[in-house]
């Protein structure tokens, strides 16, 4: 009895010890495009990779995630789906950046010896659980930027050799990604904010993004003790344009065709935010919210009207909106390749700076498969028609069918500018099992990675309080005078010289040709001894010489 | 191989070839002609089918319905801001209404100086703006796009065409299947803008163009479609696939068009004609081979025939969609236009891969019948045989001197190089200033001659052509002295492999130029010696040289669009394919105009140096 009331006191101890937040963000962006963001937060103060203890009781932790921790090590681990790219100059910036296809990035505990093994089992074990080709990650799309991804959790680890990081563009992110993903959440997606997450309508959308984030935090401000935190969130931008048969006009039932009725019972909060800083007088939302509440995200202060779900008022959100002058997103990058023919080509990285007066250094990483083999001579950073030469510069060339280009670079890019970094390259002829069943398409280039420091026109908020907002909170900021942004380009599609593959019967036949007659009569000619032969003796001497034979007669010349 | 080892059957052999040469290289030449006019006719060709499985099978509902709304678009761009008027491009008004319709828009501005003005358009210095709207495929990452194009130039209305671009787009936009980006381009200046934008989106330059940078990409260009609706009243459309160096784009887009042509019952038509059903009569033949001969005068000319040419150098496969009023019992309205345009685009966007299935070296002698290389690549085998053949006579000649020997002639010893050496030289000299000299030479001309610069352009090059005539005959003299009789065969033994060279590798870029050269350039070449009568054989060699190939071709093509000219508007045409050659050249990089004047020319000017051997 003492034992059982003992363990009973245990569980609610360590149930006491795992809390569940669950937010929606929604933004009327300028284009006329609603966008929503979903964050759901785990938070439970368990330590996955202490000696000798094992983790096994879950109750709010999805357990499928807690095991791949503790069993490879991990220390934090980044994942997102996208489908569609994120429009930066129309839609300013996400609350959590992703590139299109999947994207993988995980630091090991220092323990680890062998990361590469580590890394390869991870890749399928998740896989599985996100029913996605993350098993394509090998080694020669695997990278290890060495300044480009920080640890966003606890601890200070810089060594790179426990990163690793990869991404796969061509990934197509679907309903069968976002099932698991669903059932990840504490409540699937019975109860609370999940119950809007109806794939029909998130796949009727301009943008999709789905990713999972786990790192370890502090538990409060003095940093006592740790938490694992895992973070599961949701993007979508929905076309009005398309589906509004063009009246500005939404609702949560026009975008998802399901209502809010109640929070997820386990959450300790629940809340759904309504962007209405641009143009407040012109909203309309209904029911009105009392609760306003303001947060300083990505450099600017924006002013929301908050649903508190747990105390329910409705569950209606209608609003027609105007569109406003957007401020211009003050990083921006893009890319294309240029030239033509299937020889050789250009990419060109494209960087703007769009602040009226501040410097600022931004973090290039672009990785490039090997197919594509870089001429890193070539490498030019111009801004303002002026060379500017890069503070840092990490380089690892590629090996052939091993490991892909790294390139990262520091560069400043001077107020108000336009940034262009260009590298030629040579486009390898592949082996003929090297082609992918559809080799006219082209190849997939991932997207680069422009990492920055933003200056930030607010001053943001740098100490660590609980009851800041899920969309605020992710990248720890850590002056007040800039905010961290990540900018991801589009990947490329480049076209290697690609044989005809309808061709191998015509190719057997035509070689076989080529030997039978070409090689085989050389090869006669060549061996052949030449006499000359003797006229052979008329038939009327054979005859005769034969009649000879048989009477014994010395034969005729 | 026995054949060969045994040195008697060897000898039997050659001797049969140099024996029979001249009947067996009649026959060829006899053969290739029929061969290449039999391709025309039905039952040798093969009719057209889808090869790409993604264009094929595939349902695709048009629903586009909003036509009658392009048509008073194309009024309201018309009269209050002259669309391609004389004021330019409407730019503003083309930037607020692809704004509207939610497209991501951008412009461009570019400016080029042409080397000389260009009377047939009266341009010289080129100034405009390309203004281009994409609009984003839904949950698509960038990386393909696909292109329609109305060109909108001076003195040309296509406003129909750019108004039926916008109201397409709107409808587009509605649309959540895009897998691809559509950008939607209004080219000013035609083939200038549309170069323009193309090296601005390649971020090259080969023609020296001056252009603001692009702000929007959309990735890797697939596809594109270029829409050209000059009249009110459309009552068919036409289909032109010939772009620049007569590069044609994959089949499987002349057979989408077709397809859907067929679907919605427009009438379509290729280099104009219509398609006949009656091939076994001689009304129905000729009419392919006139819809065949068309298409091989215009790839052979190496110019783009609509925008889409210019498309092709950079691997996206394109075509141009022309409507033509001149069926008077058909109407097609505006609704069909855009619904064929919506199948095709709707197909296209459908792609998995480049389009790659189909063949890219074809002629057609209607639209539902295609000729692949396969077919038509012996036509001109058959005649570049005869240069072989004639070599390996010559050849066998110069290697039995022991003929001579026998007959007590003391045979001077084999020629130096310089006897063969300096006609070359001197000949592509002669080529190098055809190439050079008119363009650079103008300033002067102009100066001293009362011409235009066009006219002094022109009027050079055939000074310097006819000039070349003159020069370069006995040159070797100069260096070598007397011409002996082996000189001249290892001249003309140097020049029919070079020929055969220069044209082998011509048709295989651009079977019909190949094809063209060999037929006029092929007889006199093998048949030409120093002892012949002079003044006719001069007489005939001129007038099988290239300058008249073009006058004929020119003549003939008139003739087969029905349009037949006098000699001396034959003339003033020839004057002005001249300039256009030049022109095309200098713009878009054609390699018509350099490989006659470098190459064809001097290898001509070899023959005629033979002609005039002593």
């Given at each position: 009895m003492l034992i059982l009331s003992s363990l009973l006191l245990f569980i609610l101890l360590a149930a006491a010890r795992d809390e569940f937040q669950e937010e929606l963000v929604i933004r009327p962006l300028h284009s006329g495009d609603i966008y929503a963001s979903f964050q759901f937060r785990t938070l439970w103060d368990t330590d996955f990779l202490q000696e000798g203890q094992k983790v096994s009781h879950y109750r709010l932790f999805p357990k499928s995630l807690g095991q791949v921790l503790s069993k490879f090590s991990v220390r934090e681990l980044h994942i997102s789906f996208t489908q569609g790219f994120w429009r930066t100059m129309q839609w300013g910036q996400p609350f959590i950046p992703s590139p299109p296809g999947a994207e993988l990035w995980v630091w090991f505990h220092d323990t680890v010896s062998d990361v590469d093994g580590n890394w390869k089992e991870l890749t399928n074990v998740l896989s599985g659980i996100f029913c996605a080709s993350l098993n394509f990650i090998d080694l020669t799309n695997t990278v290890q930027p060495s300044a480009s991804f920080k640890p966003l959790g606890l601890g200070n680890a810089t060594d790179h050799r426990f990163l690793r990081y990869a991404t796969l563009p061509r990934e197509i992110v679907c309903t069968e990604n976002l099932t698991p993903w669903k059932k990840l959440l504490p409540c699937g997606s019975k109860a609370g904010l999940a119950v809007l997450m109806k794939s029909e309508k998130l796949f009727h959308s301009s943008f999709h993004s789905q990713a999972v984030h786990i790192r370890p935090i502090c538990q409060d401000e003095q940093c006592s003790s740790k938490a694992w935190e895992l973070r599961q969130t949701l993007n979508v931008v929905f076309d009005l344009h398309t589906s509004g048969q063009g009246k500005k006009e939404w609702s949560l039932f026009k975008m998802f065709s399901r209502t809010l009725t109640e929070a997820c019972p386990l959450a300790s909060s629940s809340k759904v935010y309504v962007d209405i800083t641009d143009n407040p007088e012109l909203f309309e939302l209904s029911p009105a919210t009392p609760l306003l509440g303001q947060a300083v995200v990505l450099g600017d202060r924006r002013t929301y009207s908050v649903y508190d779900l747990i105390m329910p008022t409705s569950s209606m959100v209608l609003s027609p909106c105007a569109l406003g002058d957007m401020l211009r997103p003050l990083l921006h990058a893009e890319r294309y390749v240029a030239g033509f023919g299937l020889q050789t080509g250009e990419i060109h990285t494209v960087i703007y700076n769009n602040h009226p007066y501040r410097a600022f250094p931004v973090l290039l990483m672009d990785s490039v498969p090997w197919y594509l083999q870089l001429y890193i001579h070539t490498l030019t950073v111009t801004s303002k028609s002026r060379d500017n030469k890069p503070s840092y510069i990490h380089y690892q060339p590629a090996k052939d069918r091993h490991r892909p280009h790294l390139l990262e670079m520091l560069i400043q890019l001077p107020p108000h500018s336009m940034t262009e970094v260009t590298v030629q390259f040579e486009r390898a002829l592949l082996k003929w099992t090297e082609y992918t069943p559809d080799p006219n398409h082209g190849f997939y280039v991932g997207s680069s990675v422009v990492s920055a420091l933003v200056p930030s026109m607010v001053a943001m908020r740098t100490n660590f309080t609980q009851d800041q907002p899920l969309f605020s909170s992710f990248v720890p900021v850590k002056e007040e005078s800039s905010y961290f942004v990540r900018v991801y380009t589009e990947p490329l599609l480049v076209n290697l010289p690609t044989p005809d593959f309808s061709m191998p019967y015509n190719v057997i036949c035509l070689t076989c040709t080529v030997v039978a007659v070409g090689y085989g009569s050389f090869y006669n000619l060549l061996t052949r001894t030449f006499q000359v032969d003797e006229p052979s003796p008329p038939l009327s001497k054979r005859l005769a010489n034969l009649i000879r034979r048989m009477r014994g007669v010395p034969l005729l010349t | 191989m026995g054949l060969l080892s045994d040195p008697n059957r060897r000898k039997a052999l050659t001797g049969l070839l140099t024996r029979l040469n001249t009947p067996i290289c009649i026959v060829c030449y006899l053969a290739g002609i029929v061969w290449f006019m039999g391709l025309a006719f039905e039952p040798f060709t093969l009719r057209t089918y889808m090869s790409e499985n993604a264009m094929g099978s595939t349902m695709v509902e048009e629903r586009f319905s909003s036509g009658e709304r392009a048509l008073s678009l194309a009024k309201e761009f018309d009269p209050p801001s002259a669309c391609c008027g004389l004021n330019g491009m409407p730019v503003e008004w083309l930037v607020k209404a692809m704004q509207s319709r939610g497209l991501e828009v951008f412009t461009q501005s570019f400016s080029r100086k042409l080397p000389f003005p260009d009377e047939n358009k009266e341009r010289y210095m080129v100034r405009g703006t390309n203004v281009y709207g994409i609009l984003r495929a839904p949950r698509a990452p960038r990386t393909e796009a696909l292109v329609i194009t109305a060109p909108c130039s001076p003195g040309?209305?296509?406003?129909?065409?750019?108004?039926?671009?916008?109201?397409?787009?709107?409808?587009?936009?509605?649309?959540?299947?895009?897998?691809?980006?559509?950008?939607?381009?209004?080219?000013?200046?035609?083939?200038?803008?549309?170069?323009?934008?193309?090296?601005?989106?390649?971020?090259?330059?080969?023609?020296?163009?001056?252009?603001?940078?692009?702000?929007?990409?959309?990735?890797?260009?697939?596809?594109?479609?270029?829409?050209?609706?000059?009249?009110?009243?459309?009552?068919?459309?036409?289909?032109?696939?010939?772009?620049?160096?007569?590069?044609?784009?994959?089949?499987?887009?002349?057979?989408?068009?077709?397809?859907?042509?067929?679907?919605?019952?427009?009438?379509?038509?290729?280099?104009?004609?219509?398609?006949?059903?009656?091939?076994?009569?001689?009304?129905?033949?000729?009419?392919?081979?006139?819809?065949?001969?068309?298409?091989?005068?215009?790839?052979?000319?190496?110019?783009?025939?609509?925008?889409?040419?210019?498309?092709?150098?950079?691997?996206?496969?394109?075509?141009?969609?022309?409507?033509?009023?001149?069926?008077?019992?058909?109407?097609?309205?505006?609704?069909?236009?855009?619904?064929?345009?919506?199948?095709?685009?709707?197909?296209?966007?459908?792609?998995?891969?480049?389009?790659?299935?189909?063949?890219?070296?074809?002629?057609?002698?209607?639209?539902?019948?295609?000729?692949?290389?396969?077919?038509?690549?012996?036509?001109?085998?058959?005649?570049?045989?005869?240069?072989?053949l004639r070599a390996l006579d010559l050849w066998v000649h110069l290697g039995a001197p022991a003929l001579a020997a026998v007959d007590g002639v003391t045979e001077p010893s084999s020629p130096g190089v310089l006897t063969v050496l300096t006609p070359v030289v001197i000949s592509h000299l002669t080529g190098v200033a055809l190439y050079l000299l008119p363009v650079h030479l103008q300033e002067m001309a102009v100066e001293h001659f009362p011409v235009s610069e066009t006219e002094a352009v022109v009027l050079t090059a055939i000074a310097i052509y006819t000039a070349g005539l003159a020069l370069p005959h006995n040159t070797q003299r100069l260096l070598s002295g007397e011409g002996t009789e082996q000189g001249w065969k290892v001249l003309k033994l140097t020049a029919l492999l070079y020929l055969a060279v220069l044209l082998g590798c011509t048709a295989l870029i651009n079977f019909s130029l190949g094809f063209i050269l060999a037929v006029t350039l092929v007889p006199i070449t093998a048949s030409i010696t120093p002892h012949m009568p002079k003044a006719l054989y001069a007489v005939v060699m001129v007038l099988l040289s290239p300058a008249f190939t073009i006058l004929y071709c020119v003549f003939i093509y008139q003739e087969l669009i029905e349009a037949p000219v006098s000699v001396s508007e034959g003339w003033m045409l020839f004057l002005s394919v001249i300039s256009q050659g030049i022109l095309d050249h200098a713009l878009y990089g054609s390699l018509v105009y350099p490989l006659l004047a470098l190459f064809i020319y001097p290898c001509w000017l070899m023959f005629w140096n033979i002609l005039f051997w002593n």
């Open positions: - | 040309n209305t296509n406003n129909q065409a750019v108004a039926l671009l916008l109201a397409l787009a709107q409808y587009f936009r509605n649309q959540i299947y895009w897998a691809k980006d559509i950008i939607f381009l209004v080219n000013e200046h035609d083939l200038i803008g549309t170069q323009a934008w193309l090296e601005g989106y390649h971020h090259t330059n080969i023609t020296g163009m001056e252009y603001s940078p692009l702000q929007g990409r959309a990735g890797s260009i697939q596809a594109a479609l270029s829409l050209e609706l000059s009249s009110d009243v459309i009552t068919s459309l036409d289909l032109v696939l010939e772009g620049l160096n007569g590069q044609l784009p994959n089949l499987d887009l002349a057979n989408l068009f077709y397809a859907f042509c067929q679907k919605l019952g427009v009438l379509c038509t290729i280099q104009g004609k219509l398609q006949r059903n009656d091939w076994d009569t001689a009304e129905g033949y000729t009419h392919a081979a006139q819809t065949m001969m068309l298409m091989v005068l215009k790839q052979a000319c190496g110019r783009s025939w609509g925008d889409h040419g210019l498309f092709l150098r950079y691997h996206i496969e394109a075509a141009s969609v022309r409507g033509i009023n001149s069926f008077r019992h058909y109407k097609t309205d505006a609704t069909t236009i855009g619904r064929l345009l919506e199948g095709m685009v709707r197909k296209l966007n459908n792609l998995l891969e480049r389009l790659h299935q189909s063949y890219f070296f074809y002629l057609l002698p209607s639209l539902s019948r295609f000729v692949s290389i396969g077919y038509y690549m012996p036509a001109f085998g058959l005649l570049a045989v005869i240069l072989l």
